[in-house]
């Protein structure tokens, strides 16, 4: 946390995210057992920082820069420790945000989640800032399309 700004480093980026920006976070069950998926969306775009100044990393940040598409969303796999430590520090600014220990990660093979007639097989809404159900984040980013 630095700011207001969650912080998030990969081996050669810096990715700021402003608090405030959270719209909505879905955990699923990932293949491993000791770590879940999260599909995290933002209303303002990820700031990028690059964070490794040879020539070559530099090169390579312009590149992903112009072929990033996913400048308000994240979708990444994490294990459970890690998003037990990003849930406690998000937990004072996202108010409604579910706790880990109530989500119970060691069973998420067998979650279900049943919201407007719809069955969501291994995932949850753990956060929502309009107070929306799953179906409608889903529908909302386009992950589930309307007949």
Same mark, same amino acid.
């Given at each position: 946390m630095e700011n207001n700004d969650l912080i998030i480093e990969t081996f050669f980026l810096k990715e700021k995210i402003a608090i405030d920006? %959270? =719209? =909505? %976070? %879905?955990?699923?069950?990932?293949?491993?057992?000791?770590?879940h998926k999260l599909f995290t969306y933002f209303d303002k775009p990820i700031q990028y920082e690059l964070t490794r100044r040879s020539w070559f990393y530099q090169m390579l940040f312009q590149i992903f820069l112009a072929f990033n598409t996913e400048k308000f969303r994240i979708y990444r796999a994490y294990d459970n420790e890690l998003i037990t430590s990003m849930f406690s520090l998000l937990k004072p600014y996202l108010s409604p945000l579910i706790k880990t220990k109530d989500l119970d990660l060691a069973h998420s093979f067998t979650w279900m989640t049943y919201d407007e007639g719809g069955q969501f097989k291994q995932m949850k809404l753990v956060y929502s800032r309009e107070g929306l159900g799953l179906k409608r984040v889903m529908l909302k980013h386009k992950i589930l399309l309307e007949k």
């Open positions: 920006s %959270i =719209d =909505d %976070i %879905i955990i699923s069950y990932h293949r491993g057992w000791n770590e």
